[in-house]
Nanobody, 115 residues
């Protein structure tokens, strides 16, 4: 079973930046595609960005040009640099494998952007 621990969220003003981190417990981390997801109140969880084991990235249209996903396989950690944050980015952010996420999700990290 994998344990995922997200951190780095907080309260930030519109236009600000945050850097999220996700630490994974399993060494298999280095060969799987990892992703960041988010869930806003009353909405379904959605895919934000993903990064393959080779470092290829892909982003949802609503974060392109603002967010950057990266990974450090030696540390079993994936990051999400979020710039030019908007109020609509407010959500709980989670990391997990993509596709077919692990059954055990982390607690997530809350990002709140004040307008």
């Amino acid at each position: 079973q994998v344990h995922l621990v997200e951190s780095g969220g907080g309260l930030v003003q519109s236009g600000g930046s945050l850097r999220l981190s996700c630490a994974a417990s399993r060494t298999i981390f280095s060969i799987v595609t990892m992703a960041w997801y988010r869930q806003a109140p009353g909405k379904q969880r959605e895919l934000v960005a993903l990064i393959t084991s080779q470092g290829t990235t892909n982003y949802a249209d609503f974060v392109k040009g603002r967010f950057t996903i990266s990974r450090d396989n030696a540390k079993n950690t994936v990051y999400l640099q979020m710039n030019s944050l908007k109020h609509e980015d407010t959500a709980v952010y989670y990391c997990n494998k993509h596709p077919r996420p692990y059954d055990s999700w982390g607690q997530g990290t809350q990002v709140t952007v004040s307008s």
